[in-house]
């Protein structure tokens, strides 16, 4: 007779062949609420009012600028490949043509993006997501800081961070956006 060991005994493993594509398959395979991953860490994406409040006052005012560049805004999928990040903006800038059918796309292949902070995510999108979203190219970032009550405009993205910084400016002054957006945040009501 032979004993067979009991599987409480043995130490399980997994073979994944490709753990960051398993762990980004099953980030989109969550019900419910928008979850992201950043660094490593799953976490849920659950937005209060007066924060989704102050991404929709940008998008308002993006609208022309959007119609005129063929350009759609929202919060889509974006993915880091290369490293444990699957963000969910707050609010995007992408071309039209490649929103369509589009499961993610490459922080590179937008035109803006922009964070809205909150008490539990304010040092990750002031930190961690300004130097991954410089590092994958995009070109414009925007950090509404709601607990500094100011926003500040990051351009000219690099490997080690982004190499300009327009602010911070506090909620009241316009934040200006250049081209191809050419236009001039109203930040009043932000905070």
């Known amino acids: 007779m032979s004993v067979q060991p009991d599987w409480h005994d043995a130490p399980h493993t997994y073979d994944v062949p490709d753990p960051e594509k398993a762990l980004k398959y099953a980030i989109q395979h969550i019900r419910g609420d928008r979850t992201e991953i950043v660094e490593g860490v799953i976490q849920p994406v659950s937005p ?16 022309p600028a959007l119609r005129r560049l063929n350009c759609a805004a929202g919060s889509g999928n974006l993915d880091l490949p290369g490293s444990p990040n699957w963000y969910v903006p707050d609010l995007a800038v992408v071309p039209r043509d490649l929103a369509k059918g589009a499961g993610a796309l490459l922080p590179s292949q937008t035109l803006l993006i922009i964070e809205v902070t909150s008490d539990s995510n304010a040092e990750t999108d002031r930190v961690v997501k300004r130097r991954r979203y410089a590092e994958y190219g995009a070109p414009l970032y925007l950090l509404v800081d709601r607990q500094e009550r100011a926003c500040t405009l990051f351009s000219q993205p690099g490997e080690l961070g982004y190499t300009h910084a327009h602010g911070p400016l506090p909620f009241g002054v316009p934040m200006p956006l250049p081209a191809p957006f050419d ?3 109203d930040t009043t009501q932000m905070g």
Do not use: K, P, S, T
């Open 48 to 63: 209060m009012w007066d924060h989704e409040n102050a991404a929709d006052l940008i998008r308002d005012q993006l609208v």
């Open 183 to 185: 236009l001039e945040l």
